[in-house]
């Protein structure tokens, strides 16, 4: 599996909501959920995004403009707008839904109407941190790229009402934040992150392809070699020079990572069974590793991660099990 696969699969929108006004200018819309991610692409006309914390944007048709939370932002007719901000909470993008779609249209009898696309994105769990961490409080990338013919799909999209729509409107802002992202990494005197540098070599790529591809598998530096068809000094030096760091200390971590989401997520797993899924053959192993990447051991993780409510259960399960296991 590709790295930026990987660390995109947490990162959907899903369930979108629709609406539309019309507002002369001048106008300003606060975003006040906050979302670990927001897309804003305008498809008509033009406004200007200023966020809570950052330099202010402009955003001109088939631009795109991507904002890390948890920090607001406002979209504006022109920055120092007189226009009263007006709160878009639930009713423009809902992260807790999984990310959410709202479009709305600005009616400027002189220039023409603005129409804007803001899509919220949870971006939860350990998984795609390192995509989030990688990322400025805002970038932008201009209109004129791959991105162009995934707007003309978004523009064609929501001028019709059919059955479906929701779904498809939600995979083509997928994979317009997918076009925005490879923009910006790759962008003339970048600088992208290890991760999405080292994919492209054939050796150090091949490598975190094959670990992500099977996190839980019996890993050494002599097996990845020869996977990868060189030595094993070669392959220690060269993923350690793009990478930033030998190839299983890489795997520690990124099984931590994904550990630390399965003991977080819905499904009540115990500790044993999150250790065989990132390649443990006890929990013992698995928690010491854990602690010593994460600072804190499983449980506590694990009781972090649950809503008040649920972590005086979730100690007396923990005990219960620890009690099995020492038994």
Known sequence: MDVFEDLFRGVRAHGSLFGSSALSPPWALHFVDGAPLTLCTVL????????????????????????????TF?????????????????????????????????????????????????????????????????????????????????????????????????????????????????????????????RRDPVAGHALRLLHADPAAPWTVAALAARTGVSRSTLAKRFADLVGEPPLAYLTRWRMALAADLLTGPDDVTVAEVARAVGYADAFGFSAAFKRVRGVTPSEARRAGKPPEKRATQVLSDRQQACIVEG
């Open 44 to 71: 008509t006309g033009e406004g200007w995004i200023v966020p809570e914390h950052g330099t202010p944007e402009p955003l001109r048709a088939y631009d795109t403009v991507l904002v890390r939370g948890p920090g």
């Open 74 to 198: 406002t979209f504006v007719d022109e920055v120092g707008t007189p226009a009263e901000p007006v709160a878009c909470g639930e009713h423009c993008a809902v992260p807790e839904a999984g990310g959410t779609v709202h479009r709305r249209g600005w009616h400027d009898p002189g220039d023409g109407p603005t129409t804007v696309i803001v899509g919220a994105y949870p971006a939860g769990g350990e998984i795609s941190r390192p995509l989030l961490d990688a990322l400025p409080v805002v970038l932008r990338v201009d209109g004129g790229g791959t991105g162009d013919a995934v707007l003309d799909h978004l523009a064609a999209e929501v001028a019709v009402d059919a059955p479906g729509q929701q779904v498809v409107l939600d995979r083509l802002l997928d994979w317009l934040l997918v076009c925005t992202l490879r923009a910006w990494f790759d962008r003339p005197g970048g600088e992208p992150p290890s991760w999405w540098t080292a």
